[in-house]
């Protein structure tokens, strides 16, 4: 074959850039795309100068660009789905399990206005676990059911290069602190923090065992399954078209669905290093580290903060200038070790299109544009509040 019938040929899957994870890795992404039954899977292989006959229209010739777009919006269409459950289930379902608690007796209140729970702590805590497990869990089994990915390809696991995983927490930190600036925490961790320290003032926060129990709870847990969501089977789709694309578009879906102008700016920037972080580093625990690591930064941040005596502001500066530093010398470890010696780093895809006109493809895609009009409505509403 000459080198003109070579630069001819296209292979979407065999251009793509697998040399960022491992062979099994590889293997199993490949043959999830090779499958011709998958709409999800952008698969196009041809030779630009073939052209095929179709009825009515003669000889035309197929493109990249057109299989591009008919993949897409399949795509946004399963996160579109996924991401209305999100949000019907912490909006709608949840405030309507409450509501229907309340008749039966028990000691818990909502507003279906406002994010706000009252009543017994144990029944707080029950309550907030539960919708928040059924709020992500439903859409990774959906997710999972329907992009039918093979499970190392949905939840990367294998630790290519463990110096990721420190550069990824090290961004973390120099995020938060950056983040906490205008804001030591987030509104969310700060009314269920208020609550419990509001039971009984003589009471020690940390003597509430509902409290204790939540907080592992969302540090921990919630940290998991949220990246089992955003991470999981929804990044591996997107990021055929290239790492780029997945990262932004996950970290977009991630601090929509907070439904609160006040924390999607920190949650798109440690959604952007957990992504990156994942990649560069082959494993999901590495996401799931640097989402434990912010949430334990906002709760120590919350916490300096209730300290009433006047040496308050000078402890919480030392805790956020040290998580600082910390993150700046490990940020240069990585730097020498990681990019600069170029081990590892993400994959990418040049496409016709350009990132906006793909995101275009998104907004205009049922129903993840609704969840996008839902989620800026319902974070203007929490503006008023």
Known sequence: MSDESKSSIVDVIGEFDYSTQHDSYNEKFKKWRRNKDNHCAFNYAA??????????????????????????????????????????????????????????????HTNFFNSSIYGG??????????????????????????????????FMRRMNNSLALVGAIAMTLIVCTAASLPTAYSSETKEIYDYFQSIDADLYVWDQKEFLM??????????????MFFHGAMF????????????????????????????????????????????????????ISVSIVYKMYDLALLILETDSTE?????????MMTALAVGIIAFVVFWIGFVRRKKGGIALYSSEYSRWKRFGF????????????????????????
């Open 236 to 287: 591996a789709a997107l990021r055929q078209f290239g790492d780029p694309f997945a990262i932004v578009v996950t970290s977009l879906t991630a601090g929509l669905l907070t439904q609160d102008f006040r924390a999607m700016p920190i949650t798109m920037l440690v959604s952007l290093v957990a992504g990156y972080g994942m990649v560069s580093s082959g494993s999901m625990f590495t996401a």
């Open 214 to 227: 939540y907080t592992i709870f969302d540090v921990v847990i919630m940290s998991i399954i949220s990246e």
């Open 311 to 319: 040496k308050m502001p000078l402890t919480r500066n030392i805790f």
């Open 121 to 154: 702590s144990m029944e707080i805590v029950a309550a907030l676990i539960s919708v928040s497990v059924l709020k992500v869990a439903v859409p990774v089994l959906y997710a999972h059911i329907k992009f039918k990915l093979p499970s190392k390809v949905e």
């Open 47 to 108: 030779n630009k100068n073939e052209k095929v006959y179709v009825d009515s229209k003669g000889f035309v010739a197929h493109s990249v660009e057109e299989a591009e777009k008919e993949t897409l919006p399949h795509i946004f269409y399963i996160i579109g789905i996924s991401a209305l459950i999100w949000v019907f289930t912490e909006d709608v379902v949840g405030k309507l399990g409450i509501a229907l608690f309340t008749l039966f007796g028990f000691d818990i």
């Open 362 to 385: 998104a907004i205009k895609t049922f129903p993840y544009s609704a969840v996008i009009l839902i989620c800026l409505a319902y974070a203007c509403v929490r503006l008023t509040q």
